[in-house]
């Protein structure tokens, strides 16, 4: 039996669709697939399907679900374990955690080339990613930390998936997809640095460092900061003339720590209407050592910051910009490297 939510949540059993009906059961088989393995409580079925306002027999409502769920699917695909449910891991496929597996299951570099089997494996998971995550479960809070989990996930899958056929020597397919990407992500580090790449490999090393002049300009334009040392290093290369396209002595640089230049350039447009989180990050600065802003792309965080690093004049700081990391473990060597 296989459960898909890389893309619309579907279920099939021996190779066939299963018939989800409702919404309700797809948000909860849902939430058990981006749970695999673990137990997803009642009152967690419970936020995750009617938000802060359940029925008064959400209860039983999620038993009928769950039972719905298992003629489906096969009576012993679903565990009762207190205080919930959990799908069982013995003969059931999660495309989702397949994905998780093949990625921290190889170099842990974001750019770095993968075999060719995990190649061809996630070319195929990500053929099969329709759509936005979960888009088509329930719209309450309780899966946005999936949603923007997933997201990411795709993102770093997307990197390491044209890395590995640039690697392969394919820069001209990745080279299609990566336009793409970067139209999509201008400010993600690590397509840019793919793109240059792929155009190196092509022979077409002008055109990779335009694809880094036009990244700098754009993000300092944005965020008032330079490239990290991993771009600079690949314009050095270009510049030099590298190696020879197709070589493996010329690959991806592996240095990609998201570090950044002390410089920062303010960026022409005024800064205002944050002085709630400027205060906040001064009272979070004033009790604790190390502060991590978060928040969806483009909404301003990099702003946000170097606007109050330039008002810290007698604070000593340092900061690591972490969207370019795909791997959690890789977090620590960022800010020791700092």
């Given at each position: 039996m296989?459960?898909e939510?890389?893309?619309?949540v579907?279920a099939?059993?021996?190779?066939?669709?299963?018939?989800?009906?409702?919404?309700?059961?797809?948000?909860?088989l849902?939430?058990l697939?981006v749970?695999f393995?673990?137990?997803?409580?009642?009152d967690q079925?419970?936020?995750?399907?009617?938000?802060d306002?359940?029925?008064?027999?959400?209860?039983?409502?999620?038993q009928?679900?769950?039972?719905?769920?298992?003629r489906g699917l096969?009576?012993s695909?679903?565990?009762?374990v207190?205080p919930?449910?959990?799908?069982?891991?013995?003969?059931?496929?999660?495309?989702l955690?397949?994905?998780?597996?093949?990625l921290?299951?190889?170099d842990?570099?974001?750019?770095?080339?993968?075999?060719?089997?995990?190649?061809?494996?996630?070319g195929?998971?990500?053929?099969?990613?329709?759509?936005?995550?979960?888009?088509?479960?329930?719209?309450?809070?309780?899966?946005?930390?999936?949603?923007s989990?997933?997201?990411?996930?795709?993102?770093?899958?997307?990197?390491?998936?044209?890395?590995?056929?640039?690697?392969?020597g394919?820069?001209?397919?990745?080279?299609?997809?990566?336009?793409?990407?970067?139209?999509?992500q201008?400010?993600?580090?690590?397509?840019?640095?793919?793109?240059?790449?792929?155009?190196?490999?092509?022979?077409?090393a002008?055109e990779?460092?335009?694809v880094i002049?036009?990244?700098r300009?754009?993000?300092?334009?944005?965020?008032?900061?330079?490239p990290s040392?991993?771009?600079?290093?690949?314009?050095?290369?270009?510049?030099?003339?590298?190696?020879?396209?197709?070589?493996r002595?010329g690959?991806?640089?592996?240095?990609?720590?998201?570090r950044r230049?002390?410089?920062?350039?303010?960026p022409?447009t005024?800064f205002v209407?944050?002085?709630?989180?400027?205060?906040?990050?001064?009272?979070?600065?004033?009790?604790?050592?190390?502060?991590?802003?978060?928040g969806?792309?483009?909404?301003?965080k990099?702003?946000?910051?170097m606007?109050?690093?330039?008002?810290?004049?007698?604070?000593?700081?340092?900061?690591?910009l972490?969207?370019s990391?795909?791997?959690?473990?890789?977090?620590?060597?960022?800010?020791?490297?700092?």
């Amino acid at each position: 039996m296989r459960i898909e939510v890389l893309g619309p949540v579907r279920a099939l059993v021996g190779g066939g669709p299963v018939r989800l009906r409702g919404a309700s059961a797809r948000t909860v088989l849902a939430a058990l697939a981006v749970r695999f393995g673990s137990v997803v409580s009642t009152d967690q079925l419970a936020e995750a399907l009617w938000g802060d306002d359940p029925p008064a027999g959400a209860v039983a409502n999620i038993q009928s679900i769950v039972s719905r769920l298992r003629r489906g699917l096969g009576e012993s695909t679903i565990e009762t374990v207190a205080p919930g449910y959990r799908l069982v891991r013995e003969g059931v496929e999660v495309d989702l955690a397949e994905l998780e597996g093949l990625l921290s299951g190889t170099d842990p570099d974001p750019l770095a080339g993968m075999d060719p089997e995990s190649l061809d494996h996630l070319g195929r998971l990500l053929d099969s990613w329709e759509g936005e995550p979960l888009a088509d479960v329930s719209a309450s809070d309780w899966f946005l930390p999936d949603r923007s989990r997933l997201a990411e996930l795709r993102l770093v899958a997307r990197d390491r998936h044209n890395s590995g056929l640039i690697e392969a020597g394919e820069p001209d397919t990745a080279l299609v997809d990566l336009r793409r990407a970067v139209a999509e992500q201008p400010l993600r580090e690590t397509t840019q640095l793919l793109l240059a790449e792929s155009l190196h490999r092509l022979g077409r090393a002008a055109e990779g460092l335009r694809v880094i002049d036009e990244y700098r300009r754009h993000l300092v334009d944005e965020t008032g900061l330079d490239p990290s040392a991993a771009v600079q290093d690949l314009e050095a290369r270009l510049l030099e003339g590298g190696s020879e396209p197709g070589t493996r002595s010329g690959s991806v640089p592996r240095r990609l720590d998201g570090r950044r230049a002390s410089r920062w350039l303010p960026p022409a447009t005024p800064f205002v209407g944050r002085a709630g989180e400027l205060q906040r990050l001064a009272e979070l600065l004033s009790e604790n050592r190390l502060v991590t802003v978060v928040g969806t792309g483009g909404v301003g965080k990099s702003r946000l910051v170097m606007e109050f690093l330039a008002s810290q004049t007698e604070r000593e700081t340092a900061t690591a910009l972490l969207a370019s990391i795909g791997q959690g473990d890789s977090v620590a060597a960022v800010l020791a490297a700092e």
